[in-house]
């Protein structure tokens, strides 16, 4: 709820100045000698460069696919809180288009996505044969450039209806999102169930699971909120985003809470699922992610991104604290990484173990979103200035 005192002071527009921090130098630094070391990288190890680029990839394309998430779930909701933060998650829309051209290595070239798509080097498999209807390359590609198109473009239309808004402060415009919201929040789930079949769980493409599209969901959108939590922090720390408060951090920590229990939830109910069942083309991932010293790592996920984060986000203190939300958050991400690692990795070598193919990629997509992500956020205020439901922001209290 909020409430209304006689006179509001809106806060001025925020801009950021790339120019005037070292970190925009650093990252495109890194982006330029690590795209080297990545040829280097692709050349002498193709299959093992494949697995690490996905995973680099993955890691970094489920916080934007989120994004889209929360951008569209604030508009259908016409929440008020989420003005001031929103913006944070709309400039995560526009690395979309960059993800999609770091996608482009794994999906055209052929030993890199045979390899990690295996099914496309065996078409004379008798079980791919069988799954023909849609293990076929036609429909896989003609998916594919369907998700990066629907993605794009509405990423595109959210954050640039929003930085029009900044000008002329017109209503119209957060009513049409509104009423777009809804169809787009079902888009979305169809959307990024597809994404999770086709590139997440077709890495072994005789596996199947009816929860997997709700699973990669729950990462998305798990990953996303953390990652805002940590950029907001990061501009808190700047000096912006001062507006925000308190009450902002702990929604923000409810929510966090929220869909960690969400994750937990999901990932616990497709295993007791798939272990009742006992079905052989279910069975098989976890027989293969829980052998050896994978089955380690197993746990070290129960405990990290589940037990901890769940005890440390009880208190409301913990929650109002942006100090402690980003502390967390940083924490999830660090999960998130480690979730992927534990999904993909065994694919590509039976020893548990990262390669240094594995920290190349990852710092080499990193720095390049994030220096992208820098020169996204210079080009509107950090915060959308003149949105209908501003004053509602500014003075909620929970």
């Avoid at 010293?293 to 604290?321: C, E, M, N, R, V």
Wanted: one cysteine or more.
């Amino acid at each position: 709820m909020s409430a209304h005192p006689h006179t509001i002071r809106l806060p001025a527009p925020e801009y950021l100045v790339p120019s005037r921090f070292l970190l925009t130098l650093v990252l495109l630094g890194l982006a330029l000698i690590g795209s080297v070391f990545s040829v280097y990288a692709a050349v002498s190890d193709p299959a093992q460069f494949a697995y690490s680029w996905f995973f680099a990839f993955y890691f970094f394309f489920t916080i934007a696919l989120g994004s889209f998430f929360w951008v569209v779930l604030h508009y259908a909701c016409d929440s008020e809180w989420t003005v001031l933060a929103r913006r944070t998650w709309e400039n995560l829309l526009g690395l979309l288009p960059v993800c999609f051209v770091l996608f482009l290595p794994i999906f055209l070239i052929p030993e890199l996505r045979d390899t990690l798509w295996k099914w496309m080097a065996r078409p004379d498999d008798h079980e791919v044969i069988l799954r023909n209807g849609y293990l076929n390359e036609g429909r896989f590609y003609l998916f594919a450039f369907s998700y990066w198109a629907y993605f794009i473009l509405a990423g595109l239309y959210y954050r640039r209806a929003s930085v029009q808004q900044d000008a002329d402060g017109n209503p119209v415009l957060s009513r049409q999102m509104h009423d777009h919201s809804y169809l787009a929040l079902v888009i979305f789930g169809v959307l990024e169930t597809f994404i999770g079949f086709d590139w997440f769980m077709g890495l072994d493409w005789r596996w199947a699971s009816s929860l997997f599209g709700v699973y990669n969901f729950a990462i998305c959108a798990q990953a996303s909120l953390a990652a805002g939590i940590v950029l907001i922090a990061m501009l808190r720390s700047a000096g912006f985003l001062r507006a925000m408060n308190a009450e902002h951090f702990y929604l923000m920590g409810k929510l966090l809470f929220g869909f960690t229990i969400f994750w937990a939830y999901i990932a616990f109910g497709q295993y007791l699922l798939i272990w009742y069942a006992n079905i052989p083309e279910e069975t098989i991932f976890y027989n293969n992610h829980n052998c050896g010293h994978w089955f380690y790592l197993t746990y070290f996920l129960i405990a990290g991104k589940f037990i901890f984060p769940t005890i440390y986000l009880l208190a409301q203190d913990t929650k109002k604290s942006l100090r402690s939300l980003t502390f967390i958050s940083l924490w999830i991400l660090f999960m998130h990484g480690v979730e992927l690692y534990w999904f993909i990795m065994p694919y590509a070598h039976h020893a548990i173990g990262p390669r240094w193919q594995d920290f190349v990629a990852f710092i080499t997509v990193g720095s390049i979103l994030g220096y992208a992500y820098i020169r996204i956020a210079a080009t509107a205020s950090l915060f959308p200035t003149r949105d209908p439901r501003m004053v509602e922001c500014l003075t909620i209290t929970n």
